[in-house]
């Protein structure tokens, strides 16, 4: 247990006794609990093993690799369908966290034996990827946004290309380029922030200015 953490559980406005026990049980089982992205992360020789966080309508376990877990008891969510490696365990009440434990605690060393093993996920390519027409469409007007485009890193193209393609609708997938349109000509990825390190970084505070 991180005392350093304790502010976390205590101050938690929702969830906070089922995120609690989440926490007893995932220290069960002999990991470190470190704070990483403002939320508790549970380690197994450096390597990142799952989070606790809560939403507004369940808490959860996320599983960095839960893509590679056998997920025998079939209670893994795949929070939308472009997440290529995490995976779910939710919960809405305390009840449904008791009666699991013995299940949590198997997904758990589950996923510390993927660990040790060094198992990677096989993430798709950027060419894998499709390419929303309304994207094509805005390389055609102006061939000064694809060639920025191709000049982003592999990860960036590929979370721009998920933020796009993500709604169904034409209106949205299009607002949604326009609105990233400056960032990807500044060479920036999606989560990157002006401070050069991305939103999602324990260093950067996320109070910064994103550049457009």
């Not at 919960?91 to 034996?113: C, D, G, M, P, W």
Request: aromatic residues 10%; contains cysteine; proline residues 3%.
């Amino acid at each position: 247990m991180n005392p350093q953490l304790d502010h976390f559980f205590q101050n938690a406005t929702q969830w906070k006794r089922e995120m609690e026990e989440l926490r007893e049980i995932v220290l069960n089982c002999n990991l470190n609990e470190e704070e990483k992205w403002g939320v508790p992360c549970y380690t197994f020789s450096k390597g990142n093993i799952l989070i606790i966080h809560g939403f507004k309508e369940y808490c959860a376990l996320n599983f960095f690799k839960g893509a590679l877990l056998q997920d025998t008891d079939g209670i893994l969510v795949q929070q939308t369908e472009n997440s290529q490696a995490s995976r779910q365990i939710r919960f809405t009440n305390l009840k449904e966290i008791s009666e699991k434990a013995a299940i949590l605690k198997a997904y758990i060393f589950e996923a510390i034996e993927i660990e040790k093993a060094g198992l990677k996920i096989d993430y798709k390519k950027v060419e894998d990827f499709s390419i929303p027409e309304e994207l094509i469409q805005k390389w055609t007007e102006d061939p000064t946004i694809k060639t920025a485009f191709d000049k982003l890193t592999p990860g960036r193209q590929k979370a721009y290309l998920l933020h796009f393609s993500d709604s169904k609708q034409s209106k949205t997938r299009l607002a949604r380029i326009e609105k990233n349109l400056s960032r990807i000509l500044n060479g920036k990825g999606l989560n990157d922030c002006i401070c050069g390190l991305s939103k999602r970084m324990p260093n950067c505070d996320g109070s910064h200015r994103f550049a457009n």
